[in-house]
């Protein structure tokens, strides 16, 4: 299996999410998920985008969370952007891989959040750079934290 770790584009998560760089002086490891005895208004919601313009997959996100009926209010919005390695996406061609002054993932992180901002009518956001294995290739995971506004039961 580890001849396929950035080769075998076909092998990806729609779950995972991870970040490891020279700039980091220390391990991390963070785990988001909800209990089902959770009882607070937080929720965490995911989605997988097919490609950097897959504004469709956020879209439902954002709905299933009822956030485009205003009945609950978005904290966080976390997602993985990387430049799709055939150079194209859905059949024309990018340039993210071309540029000898910026890398692809710096490409791949301003298109995603610009796209993202648009959609969700906030720059609460976080798009991390490099999606090998996390998401398809040229696409990758989003995730919402976002606060229920309805009435609570005890």
Request: glycine fraction near 12%.
């Amino acid at each position: 299996m580890d001849d396929a770790i950035c080769w075998d584009r076909s092998l990806w998560s729609a779950r995972a999410s991870f970040s490891a760089g020279i700039e980091l002086t220390s391990c991390e490891v963070v785990v988001i998920g909800r209990s089902a005895y959770w009882c607070g208004s937080l929720r965490i919601d995911h989605a997988v985008m097919s490609d950097a313009i897959d504004a469709a997959a956020v879209k439902d996100l954002l709905a299933r969370a009822n956030l485009t009926a205003g009945s609950a209010l978005l904290h966080a919005l976390l997602a993985k952007a990387e430049a799709s390695q055939s150079g194209q996406i859905r059949g024309a061609r990018h340039t993210m891989l071309d540029d000898s002054d910026i890398s692809s993932t710096r490409h791949a992180g301003g298109f995603v959040g610009g796209l993202l901002p648009g959609l969700a009518g906030t720059t609460q956001i976080f798009v991390s750079g490099g999606a090998e294995h996390q998401g398809p290739d040229g696409g990758g995971p989003v995730a919402i934290i976002f606060e229920t506004l309805e009435e609570k039961h005890p």
